[in-house]
């Protein structure tokens, strides 16, 4: 299915773990690493497209990941004539692509790339959010560069690990002789478990935290 233009409505996937990290797969047989993608069938939405690609490709499904975000437009890039079919050429003439960014909200071990009996990767690994583009095939690396940009003002705030450690060992101070404190300083209050409470202006804050 070509647009007008000669272009395949296709979608690409930025999968993120907990860490902010993507999901970076080696295509089969081959020295290149990507993102999965996969063309929009007739009849399909692109999110429809996305949720079909995403098991075809690395095996997981809808309850398995959230959608943070997806590009305003289409990114499209052209494929070299040595790409494409011989039957195909002079009518086709690249991808234009929705791009999704989804949050893994299952395990790694939920990943499957033998989902079908005709698997795009055999490999993968969890990747920092700028991916090495010279890894890309050299035609996909500005639609790449473009996704990751427009998608990276998204990206989930981590939570912060162990927050409580650093302060939970000082002794709860009040009154006009207590030291001061900052913005952000983690304490523990009296009676409270093992879940530190932010502070600010220098006071004790006791209601629960909650973060996004």
Avoid: C
Avoid at 55 to 84: C, F, K, M, N, Q
Avoid at 145 to 163: D, G, K, V
């Amino acid at each position: 299915m070509l647009d007008r233009d000669g272009f395949r409505p296709n979608v690409g996937i930025i999968l993120l773990n907990h860490k902010n990290q993507v999901f970076w797969g080696k295509r089969i047989r081959t020295h290149s690493w990507q993102f999965p993608q996969g063309g929009i069938d007739r009849g399909e939405t692109p999110e429809q497209a996305m949720i079909r690609e995403l098991h075809e490709e690395v095996g997981l499904h809808p309850e398995h990941v959230s959608i943070v975000a997806r590009t305003r437009d289409w990114l499209r890039y052209e494929v070299p004539d040595r790409y494409i079919r011989r039957d195909a050429r002079g009518h086709y003439k690249g991808q234009k692509q929705i791009w999704f960014l989804l949050r893994l909200l299952g395990h790694d071990w939920d990943l499957n790339l033998r989902a079908t009996d005709h698997p795009e990767f055999d490999a993968w690994r969890w990747n920092d959010y700028w991916v090495p583009l010279e890894a890309v095939v050299e035609f996909k690396r500005g639609v790449y560069e473009t996704a990751l940009t427009e998608l990276a003002r998204f990206l989930p705030r981590q939570e912060p690990r162990n927050r409580f450690l650093r302060h939970a060992h000082r002794p709860h101070e009040s009154g006009p002789d207590a030291p001061a404190t900052t913005p952000g300083t983690l304490e523990l209050p009296p009676g409270a478990s093992l879940e530190a409470n932010p502070v600010s202006n220098g006071a004790p804050h006791h209601g629960r935290s909650h973060g996004h």
